[in-house]
């Protein structure tokens, strides 16, 4: 836990963002999505945060918008602002290793392309993911979509486990 | 028309589509064909939703009048509005709901890739969003078209009936007003003839893929980036519009 008697920094605002998590995703933190982009404190008093929304209508935004500002009240920030950055967009090229490995162990399958070569129109309907409880690839897609945004459906002909797949963005 | 006023139409006409046809998908909510249908319909509509949002709320920040993106979504007439009349047609069946996400998902897709070069900068980030929602959105439809393209006689009767019935609405997305010139002349936006012919090889090749006839055009009509629409949409936004008119100013 982040001591509170001393006074915010910097540093130790983004170790207390990082304990948020998504909603989604309970063991990857916003921090670890790349949903937070930049903190700063113009005086002492006041933190403005400044974030950017994963995917277009993603209701998870709404309550990491609520979980930032109440955190850090908590923790002694006497105002929040939080500010919304479109560009660039967020893509899940961001994650890193250590993240990815997170979803796996909790069971979703992390994206396996770069953005810029994903959803080409017919492209990728023949591609396997690694299924993340077993480790082989004799996968299908279910469905494009599934329970939330970020994630789609597939089923894993080897241990025979449905399982999600954190799409490429 | 100064740059300005050009901009806030350009930005109602890309979020009145989203969200027109926004709510038609989810129409579907709890009626899909099958479980991961219906998912993946309310999924597309939320991120049209979505984008809807992020754009009502830019067309809001550059007008000093009060007005909200709520305010925009559910206090305009149809009249007011200015998405383009393919997506208010009704969902018909799933052949007819797929191919008019497919003749929209396309346009949108070539829209927005041009708007991520735009001299605006928000413009330009909410298209890169944008378009990587879109482009899964162009996928899932075309992947269907394809398969009931090449599925049993009904399943091709169907589709090849849909995109005969909704070709006459696809001009309409391509019509340009002073809107159009004033922000191609600030290089904000672009000229929708060039997104045209993109438009048309795309689909050109999922309706090959699909062995369909792309009809001759008949009975075109066009007006909705004037406010000019079919019958439909005035019902649809009785129904989406319903709880804000009824109790002014709701929240919850
Ligand atoms: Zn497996």
């Known amino acids: ?169 | 028309m100064n740059t300005k006023e050009a901009l806030y139409n350009f930005c109602l006409r890309l979020a009145d589509n989203n969200i027109v046809l926004g709510q038609r998908l989810a129409e579907w909510c709890s009626r899909g064909p099958i479980l991961e249908e219906d998912l993946a319909m309310t999924n597309i509509s939320l991120d049209l939703f979505g984008e809807a949002e992020s754009l009502y709320e830019y067309a809001v920040s550059l007008m000093d009048n009060n007005s909200t993106a709520d305010h925009l979504a559910f206090l305009r007439s149809e009249r007011e509005y200015f998405n383009n009349l393919l997506v208010e047609q009704p969902n018909g069946d799933f052949a007819q709901t797929m191919m008019k996400q497919v003749l929209f998902s396309a346009f949108a897709k070539h829209l927005y890739e041009a708007l991520c070069n735009s001299h605006d900068e928000t413009l330009k980030g909410l298209s890169a969003k944008a378009l990587k929602e879109t482009k899964y959105h162009l996928r899932h439809s075309s992947e269907w078209i394809i398969r009931f393209g090449n599925g049993t006689e009904e399943s091709i009767r169907r589709t090849q009936f849909a995109l005969n019935k909704l070709w006459r609405f696809t001009d309409d997305m391509f019509v340009m007003n002073d809107v159009d010139e004033e922000l191609i002349s600030m290089g904000i936006s672009f000229n929708l003839d060039d997104i045209h012919a993109k438009w048309k090889f795309t689909i050109s090749e999922i309706f090959a893929e699909a062995n369909l006839q792309i009809p001759d055009a008949n009975n075109v009509i066009t007006g909705g980036s004037k406010g000019f629409h079919t019958e439909h949409l005035g019902h649809l936004l009785c129904e989406m519009q319903y709880l804000q008119r009824v109790h002014p100013g709701a929240t919850w």
């Not at chain 1, 105002?79 to 961001?94: F, H």
Request: proline share 7%.
């Open chain 1, 1 to 169: 836990m982040v001591n509170l008697d001393s006074p915010l920094t910097n540093e130790k605002v983004w170790k207390i963002l990082n304990q948020i998590p998504d909603p989604d995703i309970p063991v990857v933190s916003i921090v670890e999505l790349g949903i937070v982009r930049n903190v700063e404190n113009n005086d002492a008093e006041k933190w403005i945060v400044t974030i950017t929304p994963s995917y277009s209508g993603c209701p998870a935004m709404a309550v990491f918008r609520e979980d930032i500002k109440t955190v850090l009240l908590e923790s002694g920030a006497k105002e929040v602002e939080l500010k919304i950055s479109y560009s660039p967009a967020w893509t899940t090229d961001w994650l890193s290793e250590t993240t990815r490995e997170k979803m796996r162990k909790h069971g979703i399958a992390p994206p396996e392309t770069n953005s810029s070569q994903s959803v080409e129109l017919f492209a990728d309907s023949k591609r396997k993911i690694t299924c993340p409880h077993c480790g082989k690839n004799e996968t299908h897609r279910t469905s494009q979509f599934g329970s939330t945004p970020c994630k789609a459906l597939w089923y894993c002909d080897s241990c025979h486990q449905p399982f999600e797949y954190f799409k490429c963005y």
